[in-house]
Every structure is written in C-alpha cells, then in structure tokens.
C-alpha cells in the first residue's frame, strides 16, 4: 500500500530543483503527494535561512504539526534545507517531534533516513561532501511533460558577501560538468521541453574553478545549439563576474532572453564595500550600459538591500539615484536581516527599525512608479509569448515574454508549448493581459 507524503518549500528557485529530486526520490520509494499535512504519512519542509523572517516562517510552520504527530506517533516530520543546514541537532533539540534532519549536501541519503526513521531513529545529517562526490550527485529530473525546467549548473557560492549565509548553507562553489549539462539539455528539449533556466548561486562563475571546462558564455553558446530549445535564460548572476564575453551572448544568441536579474544591493561604494561585493557602483553602471549597446531591448531585475549597518542617509539616496539612472523593470529588495556566522553580524545596527522602514517605504515607491513606466509601454505592442499552460482563471492560456513577464490571453490550448504572438492590452502590477492578432501565427524562435 502506498503511503503519502506533503512537502513545503520555501525560499530561492535552488530550493525549488531541491524538493524536486526529493519529490523524485520519495516517488521512487513508493510515496505518493498529498496537499493536505493531515493526510500524510510523512511531512517534509524544505527550508530557507537567508533572511530572520524566513526563518521563523520555518518554525512557526512546523509548530503546525506538533499537534498532529501527538495524535498519530508514527507520523513522520523532517526538515531539509537551508535551516536545517545551519541548525543540525539543534533541530533535534529543539523540537523533539521532529524526526529527521538533512541538509543540502545530503538530500540523496532521504530515503534512508526516512527508513531510519520508521525504526524510530531520529538522526540529523549535516556534513558537507567532497568535490568529487558533489559532482556525481547533480540531480536529473523527469520533465513531467513541462514546457518551461530549471537545469543546474553549479552549486554553492564563493563570494562570501559579508550579509549572506548561502556560502555557509551551501558550501563552497562546485560547476557541473558541461557534458553532463548538455546531455540533460538535449533529452529535456526531446520531450518537450521548450525554455531551460540554467541555475546556480552565481552562473556567471560557472567553470572558473574547473581546469578545461567551459566558461559560463561558451555553455551559453552550447546550449543554445541543441534543437527543439526555444528559449534560454539563467539566474542568479553576480556582477563582478559579468564578462564582457557573457554581455555579447545577449547581442549574438537569438534564443537568450533579453532579461537579466543583476543584483547591485546598494548604490554606494562605501557600503558596497563593507557587503564584500567585490565591484563599485560606476563598474555596476559600466556593465549595464555595456549589456544595453549589445542588446538595446534588455531589461534588467535587481535585488536591494536596504538598512545595511552603518547605512547613512546620504549613501541610501544614491541607491536611489542608481535606480533612476538604470530604471530596473523589477526589484526585489529587503530590510537588512542579521545572520548568525556571517561578517555582517558584527557590525553595529545603529539605524532605528522606524527609520529603516521609512527608507524601504521611499524605495518601494521610486520603483513602483519606475516598474509602471515601463511596463505600461507594452500595452499596444504584439509580442512574441511561450505559452506554458492554461492559467487559473477563465480557462485562459498563460505565457512570458523574453522580459519574464506573465500574459493572459485567451487561445485554444492548443499552442501550449509554442510562441505565438500576442498583442498586450492591459497591463498590471505582476502581470499583462494580451490578446491574439486575427492572422498571428506560431513562430519558431523568440528572436
């Protein structure tokens, strides 16, 4: 009989590939998934510790269970992740009803542990695995049919940003081997599969540290020669280590989609220095006008950090400076969170919680009107649309530019996995409306 298991995810899209091998690997053991907690056998969070809050999330979900595994003892709970990384046998400690612990070097050994775990053994795994052994534990995934997959290219970060706990989480920066990448490529785009995301905590670093292998710009170019593959993109991309070679990947490679996500974190180089980013803010510029000459149509995404320690009022107005000069589509920014065992943690927070607020409420406002700007200058233009599925309401179909942005549009499902084009008639805050021209016919390529 089978038994069932209800997984939670939180934090960045590397967590997201995660839970789909440990969905993989609990598949193959005889589990089955169920969206309700109270159904299951087995209950698994996958977790993030970038920020306090997210971190707390975690706890305050698991505090959920508790109740449950007090009326059924043989309810398995687990944590994974990125808090379970950083916590270990705390975990255990913690919270005595929990039952397993693995972190992000050992969701291969699940299966075991949950086996464990039916013995009653409660047992946290936290060790970080060598180079070699990292390598073949790459996960592949079945395509289950997707129009749209994320590929992993490497793993763990070596830029030890002095406020990110990822290097400490994931471990030290590994690139997969190129072969490897593009054997998962061409089998992904043989079934169907029309758009890879290539993932990694800093793709633009990929192969730096392999002797022989190729630099991230020439995988780009790899990959962008396997047939059937209609759009290319990639995240997360760290600015020091943008190339000029990886720049003219967006001027010369048809299928690579004009939207970038480009961290910058602060506009000020004194603060800049302190977050260990390794680039100025003129150098960050230098780049985004280098990337706008090769592809004219690009838009760029960012993350900004606002309340960093020591931040004066005069370093968070050139943030806002840098924002109107670049004008990002998107950003996703955040007040400065404290993580335990980063170099950050030993700064001072001089700047009162009310103060932080109000300059975060002052930057939301600046990028809400930049973001309005520009994507209101879509509405009357006809678009090229990857349809990806049929959209939760009114039956619609759902589909995103090369600009990673959502249009709704009614069609036959039909063209679910093709570019059509799209005229957009309306545009709103986290998404388009569009609808199809009378003669508009399917294209090959995003062009």
Not at 2 to 22: A, P, R
Not at 48 to 69: I, M, N, Q, T, W
Not at 81 to 96: F, S, T, W, Y
Not at 243 to 271: M, N, W, Y
């Amino acid at each position: 009989m089978s038994k069932f298991f209800y997984l939670e995810t939180f934090g960045c899209q590397m967590n997201v590939v995660d839970s789909e091998q440990i969905v993989d690997l609990l598949q193959a053991g005889g589990y089955r998934p169920v969206d309700e907690p109270e159904k299951a056998d087995l209950i698994l969070l996958n977790t993030c510790s970038v920020r306090d809050r997210a971190e707390r999330k975690v706890y305050g979900h698991l505090g959920r269970f508790k109740p449950l595994k007090q009326r059924r003892p043989d309810l398995i709970i687990g944590v994974g992740g990125c808090v379970a990384q950083q916590e270990g046998e705390r975990l255990l400690q913690k919270l005595p009803f929990v039952d397993l612990v693995f972190g992000t070097h050992n969701i291969h050994r699940l299966p075991e542990m949950v086996a464990g775990a039916q013995r009653r053994v409660r047992l946290a795994e936290t060790r970080f695995l060598d180079r070699e052994t990292r390598k073949n534990l790459f996960p592949e995934r079945s395509t289950d049919g997707n129009i749209t997959r994320f590929v992993t290219i490497m793993q763990g970060c070596d830029n030890f940003c002095s406020y990110c706990i990822v290097p400490h989480v994931r471990g030290r920066e590994i690139s997969r081997p190129s072969a490897d990448i593009l054997d998962e490529v061409r089998e992904m785009a043989a079934r169907g599969v029309r758009e890879v995301t290539l993932l990694g905590q800093n793709v633009n670093s990929y192969g730096a540290n392999e002797p022989g292998e190729l630099s991230f710009a020439q995988l780009l170019h790899e990959v962008h020669e396997v047939e059937g593959l209609e759009r290319i993109r990639f995240t997360t991309s760290h600015p020091k280590d943008l190339s000029d070679d990886l720049i003219r990947c967006f001027g010369e490679l048809p299928k690579l989609a004009t939207h970038l996500h480009l961290p910058v974190q602060c506009g000020s180089d004194a603060v800049l220095e302190k977050m260990n980013r390794g680039y100025t803010r003129e150098e960050y510029l230098t780049k985004v006008q280098r990337l706008k000459e090769a592809c004219p149509d690009i838009r760029l995404t960012s993350d900004i950090i606002v309340g960093f320690p020591g931040e004066t009022e005069e370093q968070f107005e050139q943030t806002l400076t840098l924002m109107e000069k670049v004008r990002f589509a998107d950003v996703f920014s955040f007040l400065y969170s404290r993580r335990e065992g980063t170099a950050a943690a030993n700064l001072e927070e001089s700047l009162p919680p009310q103060r932080k607020q109000e300059r975060f409420d002052r930057l939301l406002t600046l990028q809400q009107e930049i973001s309005t700007r520009i994507w209101e200058q879509d509405v009357g233009r006809t678009l090229p649309v990857l349809v990806e599925g049929e959209s939760r309401q009114n039956g619609e179909l759902f589909g995103r530019t090369t600009w990673n942005r959502i249009v709704h549009f009614e069609a036959d499902s039909s063209l679910i996995g093709r570019i059509v084009l799209v005229r957009v008639i309306a545009s709103m805050k986290n998404s388009q409306r569009g609808e199809m021209p009378a003669s508009a016919e399917p294209m090959r390529r995003t062009g």
